[in-house]
């Protein structure tokens, strides 16, 4: 159809049935005008705006922040900027010396001002007694910040059906009844006390499925949607639940060992996170209350994927990197086991 022709039949169609055309017209420019603005809160909020000040939750008066997951990565990066922005710190995780020297730091950051705790913790262990011991701790502590940090992934990527019982029973154990089980004895407190911050730290892969991680990026999505409904049960006593959705990060876990655009330092990103406090950035109006993608680059990410809409695309794309990780994993391990 030419222009011309097409010219013709949309002043037919508008003549023929004025109230249509208005109704198509209207609903157009209201898609544009929310893509406008959708386009310019993801960019001001990622790029411009600061989110809530840590002192509403108690920084510099004396309040906790428990970090789980606190000798490693993004959890010990929370814990010193947590530190150094005013609150106590109860560090969580297996290995004492690893947070022992995080506890050490943090002291020394702060010149003694920040008080820190060790709590040596297995998660996946289940272990009744010493969740009761981590419990009686928090109940006596006034936390102004939880950061539900730790996580376990695959050890390689592996097809759901290859993938071991205990290896799932721990990913599932770490990444959603750890978080529950900590988020429960944390908030009575915080609900009391009116005021709270509890992050979730989420990965892509539960907004994404992955193929490959199925498990992890099932336990991520959970996280997900656990952090919306909660997040609405709460709001009303100041306390702000959000997930944050995680692309790449350097670390133990990512197998990443150097920064780029896409893959920041655990400084960088926790420093995103803490400066976007009750922002979406990159998740703005895409449906996924509570969510908060703060590093600049996943947030221009998630704004993409969002955008372009085509999620069955990222699967696959998804699919094939994870293929290829195997591969390469696979061919590591080989290379060692000869070379011993
Ligand atoms: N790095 C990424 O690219 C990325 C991307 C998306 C999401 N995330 C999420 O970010 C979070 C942190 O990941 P990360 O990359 O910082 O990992 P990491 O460097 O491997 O650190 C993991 C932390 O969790 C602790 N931990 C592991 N298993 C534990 C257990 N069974 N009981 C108690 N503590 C345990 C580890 O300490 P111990 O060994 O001392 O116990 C360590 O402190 C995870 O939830 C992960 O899913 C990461």
Same mark, same amino acid.
């Given at each position: 159809m030419s222009v011309t022709c097409l010219k013709n039949w949309l002043e037919k169609q508008v003549s023929v049935c004025p109230l249509t055309y208005a109704v198509i017209l209207s609903i157009g420019a209201f898609t544009l005008a929310r893509f406008l603005f959708k386009t310019w809160l993801v960019f001001s909020q990622t790029f411009i705006f600061s989110g809530k000040s840590l002192k509403q939750f108690g920084a510099m008066r004396g309040a906790w922040a428990v970090v789980t997951? #606190?000798? *490693?990565g993004i959890g010990r990066e929370f814990a010193l900027q947590l530190g150094s922005a005013g609150f106590n710190v109860l560090l969580v995780a297996r290995n004492q010396a690893m947070l022992s020297d995080v506890a050490s730091e943090i002291a020394e950051r702060t010149a003694g001002r920040a008080e820190s705790k060790i709590y040596v913790l *297995?998660? #996946? @262990? @289940? *272990?009744t007694e010493a969740f009761g011991g981590l419990k009686s701790l928090l109940d006596n502590l006034d936390v102004g910040v939880l950061v539900n940090n730790v996580g376990k992934s695959h050890v390689m990527p592996t097809y759901f059906a290859e993938t071991t019982d205990q290896e799932n029973e721990e990913i599932v154990i770490i990444n959603v009844d750890t978080m529950i089980r900590v988020t429960h004895a944390v908030l009575p407190g915080m609900v009391q006390r009116k005021r709270g911050l509890i992050f979730n730290v989420g990965s892509f892969a539960g907004q994404v499925p992955s193929p490959m991680l199925a498990t992890y990026s099932g336990t991520k999505a959970f996280m997900s949607t656990f952090t919306s409904a909660l997040a609405e049960e709460v709001w009303k006593y100041n306390i702000i639940v959000q997930h944050l959705n995680t692309y790449f990060v350097v670390s133990k876990m990512s197998n990443i060992r150097k920064s780029s655009a896409l893959v920041p330092t655990p400084r960088a990103y926790v420093r995103a996170a803490l400066s976007k406090v009750g922002l979406a950035c990159? #998740? #703005?109006?895409?449906?996924?209350?509570?969510?908060l993608t703060p590093f600049w680059s996943h947030a221009l990410l998630d704004y993409l994927i969002h955008v372009i809409g085509w999620k069955s695309a990222f699967i696959s794309y998804t699919h094939a990197l994870h293929k290829d990780i195997r591969r390469r994993a696979l061919r590591k391990l080989e290379r060692k086991a000869k070379s011993q």
């Open positions: 997951g #606190a000798s *490693d *297995d998660f #996946a @262990k @289940k *272990d990159g #998740a #703005a109006m895409t449906e996924r209350p509570g969510t």
